[in-house]
């Protein structure tokens, strides 16, 4: 049974930084960030590989955020510097399960955690 929890949501001002954590991505191949803001569709904002630790980002926060991932923690991280007002969303973790490739589709993805919001507003 996964159940992913999120954390280290928050309120900064434009320019600030937060952690977020997911925890729970034992047995996974693939742990994707997603974000939402509202009336707005899904979108994903970075992925990791879990075996080769490779890594994606959307255009949007290349250069700003880092996924990384804690193996003893069993916890992947997402480190956001230099937010913007564009980055306010609620963001959600995603798994996909050990022994499967590491789509790029939300449909892919069969476990999702709980989602934490991010507000960034002077």
């Known amino acids: 049974q996964v159940h992913l929890v999120e954390s280290g949501g928050g309120s900064v001002q434009p320019g600030g930084s937060l952690r977020l954590s997911c925890e729970d991505t034992?047995?996974?191949?693939?742990i994707a960030w997603f974000r939402q803001a509202p009336g707005q569709e899904r979108e994903r904002v970075a992925r990791?590989?879990?075996?080769?630790?490779?890594?994606w980002y959307a255009d949007s926060v290349k250069g700003r955020f880092t996924i990384s991932q804690d193996n003893a923690k069993n916890t992947v991280y997402l480190q956001m510097n230099d937010l913007k007002p564009e980055d306010t969303a609620t963001y959600y973790c995603?798994?996909?399960?050990?022994?499967?490739?590491?789509?790029?589709?939300?449909?892919?993805?069969?476990?999702w955690g709980q989602g934490t919001q991010v507000t960034v507003s002077s």
């Open positions: 995603a798994t996909i399960p050990r022994g499967n490739p590491c789509y790029a589709q939300e449909f892919a993805y069969p476990y």
């Open positions: 034992s047995n996974t191949s693939c």
């Open positions: 990791i590989y879990s075996e080769s630790s490779g890594t």
